[in-house]
């Protein structure tokens, strides 16, 4: 019978993997998370501008705005306003659906990002409805004169609804999170989601580049409409990354940077700047 020597408990631990830091995912969740808003911020003007189009209107796409002709008719500008949040939604829901039939990986990340922009920009313009009469939905409010106490009942169902789609927002960003990163206890997957605050503001940061150049008042509503829904969504996340989750089995992942997500990043700043910032005329 042979035995097996027994391993000195130093040795041991110094054999055990140590458990993945959070910070090493810093990089690829800030340049996922620039790439996919800047690319949901494009698709977002892109729908006003779809919908100006359908009028009869010559829009042009620019730097987190979309330009066109005011017109007389109120119906028309509502639909022209309205077309850009259901825009966002309807890229949250899509790329919702595609992120579950993803594996782990850097287009996982983009994938989770533009599902939780889209959902977020959505329920974000219900909620500023009574706060930012040059939004989206104060647009829609001052068109038909809707009372003040209407749109706040509004805005409280955005946050509440957003507070409810954080649920499962929240489990999908645990599920993109490596194996060897600790979510066992309520405590683990709060500090996990916590961590996504540092990420979040660099990707932030990175939104900048895209706007170089562009009007200092619509880069301002623009970075700021970027910068709101992703605080509540992460704020909102944190309380429900505690409810109970069961993790799923998948193989390891880390988190190296492909070089093509740098080209991306690159690539989608250039479009800002050498196309939108002229004006993508549709």
């Known amino acids: 019978m042979t035995r097996t020597p027994e391993i000195p408990a130093a040795r ?3 054999a055990t993997p140590r458990t993945a830091s959070l910070r090493a995912a810093w990089g690829p969740l800030a340049l996922s998370y620039a790439t996919a808003q800047l690319v949901e911020v494009f698709l977002h003007e892109g729908s006003h501008a779809l919908a100006a189009r359908a009028m009869g209107f010559h ?3 620019g730097q987190f705005v979309e330009l066109h002709v005011p017109s007389a008719e109120r119906a028309q500008e509502a639909l022209v306003a309205a077309a850009g949040p259901v825009g966002s939604l309807v890229t949250g829901l899509v790329c919702w659906a595609l992120y579950r039939r993803r594996g782990p990986s ?3 990340l983009l994938l989770m990002w533009l599902a939780m922009t889209g959902v977020a920009a959505f ?3 219900l909620v500023v409805m009574p706060l930012l009469a040059p939004g989206d939905t104060g647009v829609l409010a001052r068109l038909y004169h809707v009372p003040v106490a209407v749109q706040f009942l509004v805005a409280a169902a955005g946050m509440a609804l957003l507070y409810l789609v954080t649920r499962p927002l929240s489990r999908m960003y645990l599920d993109s999170l490596p194996a060897s990163v ?3 206890t309520p405590r683990d997957r709060k500090a996990a989601v916590t961590r996504l605050w540092v ?3 660099l990707g932030l ?3 900048v580049p895209a706007a170089l150049g562009g ?3 619509v880069v301002f509503y623009g970075i700021l409409g970027c910068w709101g829904p992703g605080m509540a969504l992460v704020g909102f996340m944190t309380p429900n990354a505690g409810r109970p989750y069961e993790r799923r089995e998948r193989p390891e992942t880390d988190w190296r940077l492909p070089v093509w997500a740098f080209l991306a990043y690159a690539a989608v700043v250039a479009f800002y700047l050498l196309v939108l910032r002229p004006g993508l005329h549709i």
């Open 205 to 207: 940061a990175l939104l």
């Open 12 to 14: 041991r631990d110094a």
């Open 199 to 201: 990420p979040y503001f």
């Open 106 to 108: 850097y287009p996982r």
């Open 123 to 125: 329920l974000g313009y």
């Open 215 to 217: 009007d200092p008042e």
């Open 59 to 61: 829009p042009a796409i």
């Open 182 to 184: 600790p979510l066992d």
